[in-house]
Each structure stands twice: as C-alpha cells, then as structure tokens.
C-alpha cells in the first residue's frame, strides 16, 4: 500500500489479460495533454490488437505495473511499462502515465522506482524513453531513477537514456 499526499491510497500489481477494459476506461479519463505526453500522437482509444498488445505479457521482455485505487483494483490510475529492445536486450523502452486526478503526489516516481526495479531483476540495465522536449516532470522522474542520464533531440522530441541506477 501506498499513499498519496492527498490521502489516496494505492495498490500496484502486474497487468492481467483481463485488465483491457480497464485500461481502456484509464485512457478514457485521461486528459488529452497527457495522452499526448504518453503517445505523442492523439489516442482517443485503444483497438483491439493494441488491447491485446498492452495487457498479454510475456513478463519478461514486456511487463507493467499498474497502480490502482486501493478500494477498487480495476480503477486504474497509472501505469509503467518497459519493453525490452530486440536488438539491444539489456536494454528497454519505458513508458510511464499517471492520471491526471493524481500527478505531483510522487506516484510516478513511486512506478518508476518499482518499473526499475523489475527490469533489474530481468537484465535490463538501460531505459530509453521518448519525450516531449518541454516534458519536464517525466524528465525529473527518469533522473530519479538512473545513474546517469543522456539525452538527444529528434525532431521535436527528446530521446533519453536512462542507465538504471543501483537498487
Ligand atoms: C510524467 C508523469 C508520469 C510524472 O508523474 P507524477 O506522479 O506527476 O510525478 P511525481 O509527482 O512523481 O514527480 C516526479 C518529478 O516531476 C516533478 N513534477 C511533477 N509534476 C510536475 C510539473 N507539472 N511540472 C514540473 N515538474 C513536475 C516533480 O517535482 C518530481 O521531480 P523531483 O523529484 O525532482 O521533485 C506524469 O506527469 C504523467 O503521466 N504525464 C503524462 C504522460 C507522460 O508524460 N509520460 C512520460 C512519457 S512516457
């Protein structure tokens, strides 16, 4: 159990299969900055395919954490997902969403100390994460978390790598 500065309190587990109309329902209370911040493209719903995608797990190159209200464990209220890279397997894209009832608590920070914890027990040394250049809060979070962080423009967006830091 986890509790927020407002008092909220949150358990976090692994997604299930049977979390996509979950998940959907969260995207669906997301404010469209956020999803933009998340997907960097507009995401008004998830198809299908996406669905099976975001919830069917391998966990081990793929595994989420979700957070949830403590009195309803299919109100979904963030989220941290890592991804591992095929190419690069001690390696892995991450993703992180919190609602936005719920930012500036310390719970994106709370999934990405639990997401990086998960990933070192998988062999993933390394974060990479694609942001909105004036992202700052996802910027601070993945600076908690790493040991050493770089970062690149492309475009309108900044690449980080994130080398994960010791538990
Ligand atoms: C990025 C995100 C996950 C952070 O979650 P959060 O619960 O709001 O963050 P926390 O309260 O744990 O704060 C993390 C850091 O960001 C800072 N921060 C939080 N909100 C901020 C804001 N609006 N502006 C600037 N900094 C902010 C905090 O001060 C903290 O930094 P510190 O530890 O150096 O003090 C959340 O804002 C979010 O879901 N944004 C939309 C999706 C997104 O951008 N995801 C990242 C790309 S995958």
Not at 98 to 101: N, S
């Given at each position: 159990?986890?509790?927020l500065t407002?008092?909220t309190e949150i358990?976090f587990r692994q997604?299930?299969p049977?979390?996509?109309?979950?998940?959907?329902t969260a995207?669906g209370?997301?404010s469209?900055?956020?999803r933009?911040?998340?997907?960097l493209a507009?995401?008004?719903h998830?198809?299908a395919?996406?669905?099976?995608y975001?919830?069917?797990?391998?966990?081990f190159?793929h595994?989420?954490?979700l957070?949830?209200?403590a009195?309803?464990?299919?109100?979904?209220v963030?989220?941290?997902?890592?991804?591992?890279?095929?190419?690069?397997?001690d390696?892995?894209?991450v993703?992180i969403v919190?609602?936005?009832?719920f930012?500036?608590?310390?719970?994106?920070?709370?999934l990405g100390?639990?997401?990086a914890?998960e990933?070192r027990?998988r062999d993933?040394?390394?974060?990479?994460?694609?942001l909105l250049g004036?992202?700052v809060?996802?910027h601070?979070l993945f600076?908690?978390?790493?040991?050493?962080?770089e970062?690149?423009?492309?475009?309108?967006?900044?690449?980080?790598?994130?080398?994960?830091a010791?538990?």
């Open positions: 159990m986890h509790t407002d008092g358990e997604i299930r049977d979390d996509k109309e979950n998940l959907e995207l209370r997301l469209p900055e956020s933009h911040k998340r997907f507009p995401k008004p998830f198809n395919s996406e669905l099976r975001l919830t069917e797990l391998d966990g190159d595994v989420a954490i957070a949830t209200l009195d309803d464990p299919n109100a979904i963030g989220v941290a997902r890592f991804v591992r890279l095929r190419d690069l397997p390696t892995a894209e993703a919190v609602g936005d009832r930012q500036g608590q310390g719970l994106g920070r709370e100390r639990r997401i914890d990933a027990e993933v040394r390394r974060f990479t994460a694609t004036d992202n809060a996802a601070r600076h908690a978390i790493s040991d050493r962080l970062g690149r423009m492309e475009g309108g967006t900044r690449v980080l790598t994130a080398e994960i010791a538990a």
